[in-house]
């Protein structure tokens, strides 16, 4: 890893007092007594409705036959009761893994991967993440949201942390772990090629899922696991893959090739809550975060945070989206944090937030971008 601090920061000040969001808000899964663990939200628009999927556990986090739900809502007040995209299978933990369009078809992305067999014990997955096998990436699609087809192998074998995203270019990069897989393919569905923060020589044999990054943390010797990332492009053409480090601050690797190589890992100033996050653009142009940047204490995962930018590089207008507590309901391995995984989406005026609850409920919060708060220009910063 690089010695040099990148530049990126949020200069958040967790005694500041920021201003709270007019929010609207919508529970779309809250348990009851039964598949109590709900993670890794997606939010889209489709042909008229709204979609989302989440992954979706009995008890615990990433266990033996998770699923994945989806849920539609023509108005984004009332969603259908969620039902199976990909229903549990013996054995199989399968991960909700974002969406993509094109050409009036909706793609849906679904990681999948098994236990070792010394990771299960008297049928029970360990608290370790050690042992998986078989980490692929498939997608369902559909012309109507309704008929859906199979999962479809895509070649490559990554959980994602995002759907694929579009650069400038056009072409599409999925934001993982250590591994940022691009295609030139408008349709997202073929041509995938590897590439991430692994030494070239590494890339035939890299498998990007939740104990991956530990491994290449301990082969290159670094300080910290970098994983789950989310890009933002600037006008320079730069791509900024901001990384989570489970420590206090982000990092972030930069690619200058259109994503075809990227840059040793560096540190940022950016507080973190040891957690995901996403990040995009506003239709005037600004850069936003949502996550939760209050990194102490760490995993609580409150408050929901909307923090602009004017260049990319100073993320210092801060705005609470949410901040209520929730109180968990269904104890379980790993679950906890009040906002967990925030995925955003930018759609008639609004800008739409899913966030899971305690890793057990699903809610999905909007605000009109016309309140979101006006970012001082550079000049007004002196």
């Not at 041509?191 to 301990?218: A, N």
């Not at 420590?247 to 090739?257: K, N, Q, R």
Request: aromatic residues 12%; negative net charge.
């Amino acid at each position: 890893m690089t010695l040099e601090k990148s530049p990126i920061t949020n200069k958040y000040d967790n005694t500041a007092t920021h201003p709270k969001l007019p929010m609207e808000r919508v529970w779309l899964y809250q348990p009851e007594g039964e598949w109590c663990y709900s993670h890794h939200p997606h939010i889209t628009f489709f042909a008229g409705r709204f979609y989302a999927i989440w992954s979706n556990g009995m008890v615990n986090e990433d266990d033996i036959g998770q699923r994945v739900l989806i849920s539609i809502s023509e108005d984004f007040i009332n969603w259908t009761t969620p039902v199976p995209l990909v229903e549990s299978q013996p054995g199989i933990i399968y991960t909700a893994a974002g969406f993509h369009q094109y050409d009036g078809k909706l793609i849906a992305y679904i990681g999948q991967y098994e236990y070792k067999a010394e990771a299960i014990v008297n049928g029970q997955r360990q608290a370790s993440d050690q042992g998986h096998k078989n980490t692929r990436l498939s997608a369902c699609v559909t012309s109507d949201g309704e008929h859906w087809s199979g999962l479809i192998d895509m070649g490559i074998a990554i959980i994602p942390n995002h759907g694929p995203q579009p650069t400038t270019s056009g072409r599409l990069i999925i934001s993982g772990n250590i591994s940022f897989p691009y295609t030139d393919d408008p349709a997202g569905l073929s041509g995938w090629k590897m590439t991430g923060i692994y030494p070239p020589e590494m890339v035939d044999g890299i498998v990007d899922d939740s104990e991956s990054f530990w491994k290449l943390r301990d082969e290159m010797q670094w300080t910290v696991g970098l994983c789950e990332g989310s890009y933002y492009q600037t006008d320079d053409k730069i791509i900024h893959m901001m990384l989570r480090s489970n420590e206090d601050y982000l990092w972030v690797t930069e690619s200058s090739d259109n994503g075809a190589t990227w840059s040793n890992p560096s540190a940022t100033d950016f507080t973190d809550n040891a957690t995901k996050f996403h990040f995009g653009r506003l239709p005037d142009g600004r850069f936003y975060y949502v996550g939760c940047p209050d990194p102490q204490p760490r995993w609580q995962r409150n408050p929901l945070v909307l923090s602009l930018s004017h260049n990319g590089v100073i993320f210092d207008n801060h705005a609470i989206i949410a901040d209520k507590k929730y109180e968990m309901k269904y104890p379980g391995m790993h679950k906890g944090g009040d906002y967990g995984y925030p995925h955003t989406m930018i759609h008639d005026g609004y800008l739409y937030v899913i966030v899971s609850r305690q890793k057990e409920a699903v809610e999905v919060l909007r605000v009109k971008v016309s309140t979101s708060p006006p970012t001082p220009s550079p000049k007004e910063r002196g």
